[in-house]
């Protein structure tokens, strides 16, 4: 059974409930009928006989009925007991609201896992424990102590925080926001974001996905959800905590400098969900979503009273990468003949501080005419002779039911256009604070059509020897051994076309000799031991050795020098490598969340890589494009595409290099870290070399 059909029950039972006013068990009683539920009620409760007019029963059986929905209110200890009465009478979907189990502790645990395994055997769909309940305004359902029912609208809010959504809707009261349904899911020990964004994205009257979560638990099928439910309606998500992946002691770069943040990020990105930082962002956005079309381009024209606040919006418009429309010729021309021959009939155009609604309404007709334009912000401020309230009524009137681009207001003060903005609210024009967060929310609207209408993502693959990298893993993980050195994780990517440096091991510094001498000056000489993971730390590199006796001379001094300084671990002898003499050192690597999955990066190599930070990461499997946008996003990118003379390094191959690690990775669930550093890569036509690598497995 799917949480769809708990946003429409025809009859509801409230096990638990009470006389007594304000304890929770009266709250949903009072709740339901307050909110004119339209289907039966049925308070449970063995002390009384009458709940608020309404029979009560003594328990779900007596009822006679069964429920479409129990919504259980009674002690902690008590929740299993009626889930078992729930059971037996065949009750399929209850809403615990009870708390005292996870949140609490152990013992609260160890009860809230029973709910779960008594929920399942039974083939219930449970929401909860610990939460604030569920609204459905347009089927006038309030099965929750969250107050009044807001109105009815196309925003549909999920909750991880019950307190939250009262705020949430204390706002949405004050701001005559609507919604389709409102769910908390408290510790979503069965019911959780997953099943909640699945249900909004095939509920027809959910137009905008909204909510606050604090942690998501499949994130890779969460990612794949929303990314579908994107293309179809926008997702706006207030994000707080952490997935703990970042708390966990990372060995390799890529995984010390992927926190969590990062990792919310960079699937949020991939699935097109817009974070939001606050109640008030949110908000700004999701009635713009939810009562505007959709701007086909970036332009946007500002219509002002008043020159300021013209100027404040045309300075936000810049900001935000936005366009400042160029009106059309015709636009002019209308206008000019129209308005006085003081105001500004160019963008921003200014109607002047004695403007009517009349005049309002003119200019706004001949903007929304004109093709040049994609978007308009509609600002007023309260002069003398200002008819605020008219001016929204002419605002309303126009777009009613709905313009063809996006009408956005900002009405700017507070007493003398209170009456005004709530006439602009109930006509569903957005009323923003001020230039800038209506500007943003414009912002956000293009950025959203820009993710939707991206080209469809191909990833490629590459021909690749996984028999090799099976057997190398497999072998690392019989022996226990989780950490793959240079040596063999530079055989599992040349498996997957990377090339690296030409080398091979030797024991003694004549043996290290004749190697270089094969394979030509000037080399380089690296320790060779499982027990190492960084060789520069303890002095186990040197590079540009260009005779056969620094050869040995290195040698001798690392083979004294290491045992010496970390005399626990196990030397297996000297690589002796061909050295890369041209080329710049990036890093390219990935590390595994363990909700989300692969996560690439890239950034500037070589040892500065922790200190300078400059990384950019995305989820693997990666395409082409998302691979160069990787590369965009470091200010590594500007000197690798050629500055001051520097020649610019192949970037495709870069980007080819990234696509090769995000197939190899998710191939291979094993591999939990790993980092390519440095990757030398070259000018145009030059193929990267794979310098050093290191590759940290697990079972999966
Ligand atoms: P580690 O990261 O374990 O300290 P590396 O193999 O990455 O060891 O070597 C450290 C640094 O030495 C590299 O970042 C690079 O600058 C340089 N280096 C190592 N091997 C080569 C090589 N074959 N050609 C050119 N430079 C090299
Ligand atoms: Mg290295």
Known sequence: MNLASFFEPRSVAVVGASRQKGKVGHEIVANLLGGRFKGEIYPVNPKAAEIEGLRCYADLKSIGQIPDLAVIVVPAGAVADVIRQCAAVGVKQVIVISAGFKEVGEEGRKLEEELVQLVREAGIRMIGPNCLGLMVPGRKLNASFGGALPKAGQIGYISQSGALLAAILDTAKVNDIGFSVLVSIGNKADIDELDVINAFGNDNSTKVIAGYLEDIMHGDSFVRRAEQISRAKPILLMKSGGTGAGAKAASSHTGSLAGSETTYEVAFKRAGIIRCESIKTQFDYAQAFANQPLPTGPSVAVITNAGGPGIMAADAIERQGLTFAKLAEETIERLSAKLPPEANVNNPIDVLGDALPERYEFTLNAVLDDPNVNAILVLLTPQAMTDCTGTAEAIVKITSPQAEKPVLACFLGAKKVDKAIRVLRRGNIPQYDSPESAVTTLKVMNDYVRWRSRPKRVVRLFPVNRAKVEKIISRHLRLGQPE?????????????????????????????????????????????????????????????????????????????????????????????????????????????????????????????????????????????????????????????????????????????????????????????????????????????????????????
């Not at 240079?486 to 290290?512: D, N, R, W």
């Not at 000056?521 to 499982?530: A, C, F, M, N, Q």
């Not at 690589?575 to 050192?585: A, N």
Request: hydrophobic share 45%; charged share 25%.
């Open 484 to 700: 793959i050195g240079e040596v063999e994780a530079k055989e599992i990517l040349e498996a997957y076309g990377f090339v690296t440096p030409k080398g091979t091991i030797a024991t003694t510094a004549e043996q290290a000799a004749d190697i270089a001498e094969q394979l030509g000056y000037p080399v380089v000489l690296k320790i060779w031991s499982p027990d190492i993971l960084h060789k520069s730390d303890v002095g186990g590199v040197k590079v540009g050795l260009n005779s056969a006796q620094e050869v040995m001379d290195a040698f001798d001094l690392m083979m004294c020098r290491i045992p010496r300084k970390r005399p626990e671990v196990e030397i297996l002898g000297v690589l002796v490598q061909e050295m890369c003499t041209t080329g710049r050192e990036v890093i390219l690597g990935m590390n595994r969340d363990p909700h989300f999955g692969p996560l690439l990066m890239f950034g500037m190599g070589g040892v500065m890589v922790e200190v300078l930070k400059d990384v950019a990461f995305y989820l693997a499997p990666l395409t082409a494009e998302e691979a160069k946008e990787m590369l965009l996003h470091t200010r590594t990118y500007q000197l690798l595409k050629g500055f001051r003379g520097e020649e610019r390094v192949d970037i495709d191959a870069i980007a080819e290099g990234l696509q090769r690690l995000s197939q190899l990775v998710t191939e291979f669930p094993q591999i939990q870290e790993m980092d390519i550093n440095p990757y030398v890569v070259g000018p145009e036509g030059v193929t990267p070399v794979a310098v050093d690598a290191r590759i940290t497995v697990a079972e999966r």
